[in-house]
């Protein structure tokens, strides 16, 4: 069965001079959950951002495909690209605060996309944003639509977000650390309702995230990206058994462990930091020539 | 001088619902902390922990007199900031910094890394800005070259660094840190926390830090409080209140923790 997305030779640079992302293959199938994991500034928002086209203005896409339930989204005018992608993908987004209008309620800032993207009638919108409010278990949910974002507190903005990327019930979602500001219990609650409706849905879902303990309990699939290169790409069980690069051992060395709290939490070793360093040289030399 | 940095009695903190407010005449006001008393020890490290909405961020940003208590009282070396206005407020400032749990929103997007970092530090009269930014932008582990970036020209945990580094730069005596490796890569994780202990333990730093996350809690804390609807429910030695939680929510906590382990039955 072909993914519902498929990256294949994605190379993006900043302005066209400095490689962003290097050549990354990634494809995420109906129903799959794949873990996107790197350290900060590897480019884990630009893939998802690449996705959705929205990626900054400074950066361009020098070569490669992002094909969306099969179509070829580089080859499509924008006007359609725009189309296909709001009617089939949606983005929870890495910042809750930013990601809301603060000059508005939040209740409009749910419906506007089933009313502008799915058409609905503002007041069945109206009932299934509170209908969605309380799946991420909010708990006043007629209260928060009136709110303005300032007025709650940040857990509560993500989970609007989740909420919200739900709404128009897309085929793929592309979650950008959607719990990252959420207690253990909501994020429990939240994880298990994403696995629910995902599941339901066969929605395709591309996880980025930081924590492994969330990647050990969602995801199935791991791609471990580093300066824009994709190191391994591999399956849960694999990864936490015997990961296949020094990187990802190193990332797992850096995880701080409930269960041993005075063990030594060791960032990623500049030995290893230089070999994915030269693995990107070798690339972008091979790529030159 | 005291040796506690804060002391705090019966603090309470209610907001206007404007989503309540009748047309004409003032909103109904819901109460968020319902009347809070605990002691920070200077040198101490205190975890804050509570589930979403809690009042942790409130909390926070009362002590740091961001937000006025309508009762109780807040002691801050001693002194009362309870109803200080800002003004008597502005030269105890540099003492307590906060760093935010939204590192985009806080830092201001026209200005490069640099001034992002000496702005307070000028506001505060210190001399030798350069060298000081410097100083910070290495403590957090940023190249030199990211003071003439832009904020939308770094990566998510790139921006939270430069918050560190702003309010380290002041010297503060003491930090609230609201969420602010929740954001960060594991590898860029282990060494703010590392860097946290190196502070606290070399520059005698009293921290307070605010996190979901409890394996870091536990790991960086020696007293902790969990706060529960606006109210501390369970507060100890980190330790002791780990190995047996008495409140039902923390409980609920320690269970929900997903350890990094395909195995762990969670669900
Ligand atoms: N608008 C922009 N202009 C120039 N460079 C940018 C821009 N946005 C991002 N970058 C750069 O692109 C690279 C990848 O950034 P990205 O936001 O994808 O990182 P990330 O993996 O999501 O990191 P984090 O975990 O911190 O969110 C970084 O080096 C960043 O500095
Ligand atoms: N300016 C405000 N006006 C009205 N209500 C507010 C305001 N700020 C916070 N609240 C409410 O106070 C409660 C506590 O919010 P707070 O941000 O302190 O929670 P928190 O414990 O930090 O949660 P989180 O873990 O999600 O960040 C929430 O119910 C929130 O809606
Ligand atoms: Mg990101
Ligand atoms: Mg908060």
Known sequence: ?289 | MSDMIYRIRDLRLDFPDMTRKPLFGPAPRIEVLKGLGFDIPRGDVVGIVGSSGSGKSTLGRAMLRLLEPSHGSILFEGRDITHLPESALRPLRRKFQMIFQDPMSSLNPRLTVGTIIAGPLRLHGFDDLGRRVGRALDHVGLPEAMRHRYPHELSGGQRQRVGIARAIALEPDFILADEIVSGLDVSSQAQVLNLLETLVRELGLTLAFISHDLSVIRRLCKRVIVLHRGEIVETGDTAAVFRAPKAACTRELIEAIPLPDPNQTWA
């Open chain 1, 1 to 289: 069965m072909s993914a519902f997305l498929t990256i294949e030779g994605l190379n993006v640079s900043l302005s066209g001079v400095l490689p962003i992302l290097r050549s990354v293959d990634l494809a995420v199938h109906a129903g799959e959950v794949r873990g996107l994991v790197g350290e900060s500034g590897a480019g884990k928002s630009m893939i998802g951002k690449a996705i959705l086209g929205t990626l900054p203005r400074a950066l361009r896409i020098e070569s490669g495909r992002i094909l969306l339930d099969g179509e070829d989204l580089q080859r499509m005018r924008p006007r359609d690209r725009r189309r296909l992608i709001g009617a089939k993908a949606a983005l929870i987004p890495q910042d809750p605060l930013t990601a809301l209008n603060p000059a508005r309620r939040i209740g409009p800032q749910i419906t506007d996309r089933l009313v502008d993207i799915l058409g609905w009638r503002r007041r069945a919108a109206l009932s299934r944003a509170l209908e969605l409010l309380d799946e991420v278990r909010i708990t006043d949910p007629e209260r928060v639509m009136r709110a303005y974002p300032h007025e709650l507190s940040g857990g509560m903005r993500q989970r609007i977000l989740i909420a919200s990327a739900f709404a128009a019930e897309p085929r793929l979602i592309v979650a950008d650390e959607p719990t990252t500001a959420l207690d253990v219990t909501v994020q429990k609650q939240i994880l298990r309702l994403i696995r629910d409706m995902q599941a339901r849905h066969g929605t395709a879902l591309l996880f980025v995230t930081h924590d492994l303990g969330v990647v050990s309990k969602i995801c199935q699939t791991l791609t471990v990206l580093y300066g824009g290169l994709v190191l391994e790409d591999t399956t849960i069980e694999e990864f936490f058994a015997a990961p296949g690069h020094p990187y990802s051992a190193a990332l797992l060395g850096a995880t701080p462990k409930y269960t041993d709290p005075h063990g030594s939490l060791t960032p990623v070793p500049q030995s290893v930091i230089d070999a994915a360093n030269a693995q990107l040289d070798a690339f972008d030399r091979a790529r030159r020539q």
